[in-house]
């Protein structure tokens, strides 16, 4: 009863998201086509240490518009070269297992990149529809409700060649897809895939991460000049939350850090999604609100979310073995409109 999409909401998400909305006019490239044209110098067998200094370097020419046509080393080649460095002691996501994932998987369940799914989506925010869906298997997380448990929590779907997935991609947006949409499970353990899909990618579709932000500072600087915006999910206002539900350790200090690190990222954009947990409204949706607001500003596009369902092992914990109140839908209203969230949808 809460969600219907009013006349101005297309022109709400264009206050917040001005760089995606003129990408998709065609006013400006997505954020990989500058990575690509970035000029940098490295040698391939170079410790890691030097690949980094070489990645800081070619970051700061990329904020600087030090654009080449026609690169020998591009900053995106230098990005995969390093994620693939990483997986060898995996240190992607917050959780550092340090797992060689070149020869088995890591604890988010993957080795080799599977593709459960991939097509398009109707079902997300009215500004991304239709968005070409790409479903990664495996997670860092271990949400107890997770929706897409049969994904996530297993190792599913087919294994497919970069160029192959960079092919299928240009047909969506041929067909009007109008982006590309890493989610999962989740895409951070998919970084050395998804950098070389994009290496390949020759249309110009804004690149939108689906994504728990549990990523590590590492990964981060990956992703920095490669993401369009962030489809993030703000998930628990406390660590001990964090914990019991999706059994993720230090959750507040690293999801905080990482929307700060994105803010400073290349042209990047928000769109951050907050599920409301039934009973959750004080220790969890009111905190995440406030630091969105005092942190990434009003203006930011935040989607508030009444779909929470008892999935997967839910019925587990009574605390959240039911869906929201009437009453917690309207103190979740509340509390969008006392930290001024103008641009929020809710529902």
């Known amino acids: 009863m809460f969600r219907h999409v009013e006349i101005g909401e297309i022109e709400r998400a264009k206050n917040a998201l001005p760089h995606y909305f003129a990408v998709l006019k065609g006013d400006e490239q997505p954020n990989f086509y500058h990575a690509r044209r970035v000029e940098v110098s490295f040698s391939r067998d170079s410790p890691l240490e030097e690949l980094w200094q070489a990645h800081e370097e070619g970051i700061e020419k990329l904020h ?192 905080t850090r990482n929307f700060l690190l994105a803010r400073e990222h290349y042209r990047a954009e928000f769109l951050i999604r907050h599920l409301v947990m039934p009973g959750h409204l004080e220790c969890c949706t009111e905190p995440i609100l406030r630091w969105i607001s005092e942190n990434l500003g009003r203006d930011v596009r935040v989607n508030v979310m009444f779909q929470y369902r008892p999935e997967y092992r839910a019925g587990g914990y009574p605390e959240i073995a039911r869906r929201l109140t009437h009453e917690e839908m309207e103190e979740a209203v509340r509390l969008v409109r006392e930290f001024g969230l103008k641009n929020a949808l809710i529902g």
Not at 69 to 74: A, F, L, W
Not at 133 to 151: A, E, K, L, M
């Open 64 to 255: 600087d518009n030090e654009i080449s046509e026609k690169p020998g080393q591009s900053l995106l080649d230098l990005k995969i070269l390093i994620a693939r460095r990483l997986l060898e002691r995996c240190i992607l996501c917050e959780m550092k297992c340090g797992i060689n994932r070149r020869k088995q998987k890591g604890y988010c369940r993957v080795d080799r990149s599977r593709i459960a799914s991939a097509f398009l989506h109707l079902g997300e925010e009215p500004e991304l529809i239709p968005s070409y869906t790409i479903f990664f298997s495996g997670c860092n997380f271990r949400c107890v409700f997770c929706q897409n448990w049969d994904i996530s929590q297993q190792s599913t779907g087919g294994v497919y060649a970069p160029g192959e997935i960079s092919m299928e991609i240009a047909v969506a947006h041929m067909q009007g897809a109008k982006n590309v949409n890493f989610v999962g499970g989740e895409p951070t353990p998919h970084i050395p895939f998804i950098l070389e899909v994009l290496r390949h990618l020759r249309v110009p579709i804004p690149v939108i991460w689906n994504s728990n932000m549990y990523m590590s500072e590492e990964a981060m600087k990956l992703l920095d000049g490669v993401v369009d915006v962030y489809l993030a999910d703000f998930k628990w206002g406390n660590n001990r939350d964090a914990l019991k539900y999706s059994k993720a350790p230090r959750y507040w200090e690293t999801v």
